[in-house]
């Protein structure tokens, strides 16, 4: 038998024993054997093999090759065992890696912009090499067993943030496991060491009352009501993105954290090490962007529902606010307002002279958004000329169908430069000549009939590649489209979001969610997770999105409490599909007796009784009085990156309960928001952080530092402004 001892030194001894004349063997006089096992030991390491006749054993020394570190124009490089890694400095404090195999670093900008140049301090040594960038250092370590590099992160004052799991002894792990794929790309793990200290927070938007995403997996793709957006901030006092737009799954687990993605070409993160969430927050937005300035009417209140389906009872609504005096900046033309969908125009028996409708709108001070969806129906009249120029989503097998609602469809590419051109060009001339320029872009995950993510081919490769990307670029469509056309104040709604969503004017909205207390309270984590992960613009359907019957005592109340906590999210929108008193109610007819989509009951804030309307339209004034503040909150995200909607670390990240608190939140650094998120519900808790005192918006003044137990009955809300701020509020909800 063959007896191989593996020592922590360059070379290591093989002792085996002699035939029949004296001559050693390895194992047996078998051949194949001899390969197999040589196999073996040169795929662990190469090697020099030395036989010695008179000690009659084997003794191996380690190649000496071409491994090891290298420093090339301020960049860190280290090379072994067929694998290149790029460790680069990306704005302050921030570094990036990337790590192929047997090839070249691929130059990918798929969320992360171009920055100014930093000059990085680095060093390099025999096993070891340094980068540092301001407050974040990488240490690698040469692995002499492997050949591989190991890389561990510190902040400035060296503490340990984050580190690769490494080979893990006998284990042979690969922090960076590239899985081969048939075809030349591969599955990719990469795998960090757990820290049970540590909380993290990010990561989008996902349908759970879950804050603190520690111990938590989640899949790296998007769904309706799911935004995947991997970046985490982490109260060690780091930031993470991984920049791979790949299907995937993220798991931070006790014992390790891991990044998968199912199929890429190479490695991609960045990292940033700050003092406080603030900070960090700041460098990711100059990483990947920030939201333009948000314009004057996305400060007050938007009116839609499941649909007004033609021009004359959209005008009505309008009107009626304006005969109550209701405030109002927006109101929303919803879905299949158009022919076919990819038509991207009016339907004429239904809204006969849009730009009338408009001109109307804009004199009442109403600006109108319309519903645009990426399918492309194959009766529309543009399938042809998509199909033709290769402007569509292609399914990799089977029927080439994305989606069967409201007809047979397939999603425009809005990876293709050309496709999304294309797009624009259209929407121009039958929305945008007409004094169009907010839009609605619905069904932006895309909206699968069937999530096969692995089943769908875009321009820029395969769905499980890069698809996560998605819909970054559909809204990158309309902004550029705007951009061109001289605007620069843009914000288009969108049902999903990737890293750099952001700088595309995308305010998200947390898709078709259903009209109960626990979805509720799954709202505000998702707001607030969004907000860490870069999206500051961010809202919800106030009263869920399906369901809900207006004459319903039960529902009037869980209306009645999302509507106040959505006068402090980011923007403030009523929407809903809502149960009419028929189902023949729901029915649309042409003129013909064909039959055209659906619509749904009645939910405008007079729809639901007299003594709900005289809560709501409390809410919209008040609002309306938030204007000022309101408009300099998105001042800051606009030049920093600030979410609107804080976590209570955000502002207090020297509290440690702070970083616990997740049913009440800030919004911006003066306001205090503690919604009543459970049915019958009439008081709460509310925790008052400390160095500050607290007025109630409804009544008394009280010192921080403390819990206390709030009065919320129907028609209040608990929200405290800080150290005295915004007195003028006081009493007027």
């Given at each position: ?22 001559i ?6 078998k ?7 040589f ?34 124009n ?17 704005g ?9 195999l047997m090839?070249?670093?691929?130059d ?5 912009l ?16 340094t ?22 992160y ?21 922090s ?26 990010g ?24 935004a ?26 006790q014992n ?6 199912e ?14 969430p ?44 304006k ?19 990819g038509?991207?125009?009016f ?13 109307e ?11 645009v ?30 989606m069967?609602?409201g ?21 121009k001339k039958?929305?945008?000549?007409h ?38 670029l ?22 999903c ?5 952001q700088?595309y ?27 860490i ?22 529902f009037?109340k ?15 929108r ?8 028929t189902?023949e109610?729901?029915k ?29 339209a409390k809410?919209i ?13 998105m001042?800051e ?11 209570m ?20 650094p ?64």
């Open positions: 038998m063959l007896i191989i001892s593996l020592l922590p030194s360059k070379k290591f001894s093989i002792a085996h024993p002699r035939n029949s004349n004296g050693p063997h390895l194992c047996s006089p051949k194949d054997n001899i390969v197999i096992i196999s073996i030991i040169i795929r662990v390491s190469p090697v020099i093999v030395e036989y010695n006749d008179v000690e009659m054993n084997f003794t191996m020394h380690l190649e000496d090759n071409k491994m090891g570190f290298q420093q090339t301020n960049k860190l490089i280290c090379i072994g065992a067929g694998e290149t890694i790029v460790i680069e400095p990306w302050a404090n921030s570094l990036r890696a990337r790590a192929i090839g070249d670093i691929l990918t900008s798929y969320a992360l171009p920055q100014a140049a930093s000059e990085a301090v680095i060093t390099v040594e025999d096993k070891t090499a980068i540092q960038n301001g407050k974040i250092k990488a240490v690698v370590t040469l692995n002499t067993w492997t050949k591989l590099c190991e890389i561990s510190y902040n400035h004052e060296n503490k340990l943030l984050l580190r690769e799991l490494g080979s893990e002894g006998a284990l042979h792990l690969r960076r496991h590239f899985k081969p794929i048939l075809g030349g790309d591969y599955r990719l793990t990469a795998t960090f060491a757990g820290n049970n200290t540590e909380k993290l927070f990561m989008g938007q996902y349908q759970q009352d879950i804050l603190n995403v520690k111990n938590s997996t989640f899949e790296l793709a998007h769904r309706n009501s799911q995947s957006i991997p970046f985490v901030l982490s109260s060690s006092g780091y930031g993470f993105l991984w920049h791979n737009p790949a299907i995937g799954r993220a798991t931070f687990g390790r954290t891991e990044w998968v993605a199929s890429t070409k190479q490695l991609d993160y960045w990292i940033t090490a700050g003092d406080t603030a900070e960090i927050a700041e460098a990711y937005a100059n990483a990947t962007g920030k939201v333009p300035m948000m314009p004057e009417y996305g400060l007050g209140f938007w009116q839609c529902k499941l649909r007004y389906w033609n021009q004359e009872q959209l005008l009505e609504v309008a009107r009626e606010h005969r109550r005096n209701l405030p109002i900046d927006v109101i929303v033309c919803d879905f299949f307002h158009w022919p076919y969908m038509d991207f125009r339907e004429e028996e239904f809204f006969p002279d849009p730009k009338a409708m408009v001109d709108l804009k004199e009442l001070g109403i600006e109108l958004m319309v519903s969806w990426p399918q492309i129906d194959y009766k529309s009249e543009n399938f042809g000329e998509m199909f033709e120029k290769g402007f569509l989503v292609k399914s990799e097998l089977g029927v080439n169908i994305s069967r609602f007809g047979e469809s397939v999603f425009y590419d809005a990876t293709n430069p050309e496709a999304r051109k294309y797009v624009w060009d259209k929407c039958n929305y945008y000549e004094g169009i320029k907010v839009f609605w872009l619905d069904e932006a995950e895309p909206e699968y009939g069937v999530y096969d993510f692995d089943n769908y081919r875009y321009h820029m490769g395969p769905n499980v590649q890069i698809g996560n990307v998605y819909p970054q559909f809204s990158r469509t309309f902004y550029d489209g705007l951009k061109a056309e001289g605007h620069d104040d843009v914000v288009n709604l969108v049902r979001a990737w890293a750099g969503s700088r004017g995308a305010l998200v909205w947390s898709g078709d969610i259903h009209s109960d207390y626990q979805t509720f309270r799954r709202q505000i984590c998702a707001g607030l997770n969004m907000g992960a870069g999206i500051p613009w961010w809202t919800t359907d106030i009263g869920g999105f399906g369901g809900g019957n207006p004459d319903d005592e039960n009037r869980l209306l009645v409490r999302w509507f106040q906590w959505g006068t402090f999210c980011p923007v403030m009523l929407h809903g599909d809502r149960n009419p008193s189902l109610g729901r649309v007819f042409r003129k013909d007796e064909s039959e055209s989509l659906f619509t749904g009951g009645d939910n405008e804030v007079w729809s639901y009784g007299e003594d709900v309307y005289e809560i709501l809410y004034h008040f609002r309306e009085a938030m204007r000022p503040y309101t408009r300099e909150l001042r995200a606009h030049e920093t990156g600030a979410p609107v909607m804080r976590t670390f955000y502002e207090f990240p020297d509290e440690e309960i702070c970083w616990e608190l997740k049913e009440q939140y800030m919004f911006g003066d306001v205090l928001v503690a919604p009543i998120v459970y049915e019958n519900t009439y008081e709460r808790e509310v925790y008052l952080p400390q160095g500050a005192s607290w007025t109630n918006v409804h009544s008394n003044v009280y010192e921080g530092g403390q819990n206390i137990l709030v009065n919320a009955p129907l028609e209040n809300i608990p929200v405290f402004l800080r150290n005295g701020s915004h007195s003028e509020w006081v009493g007027t909800i």
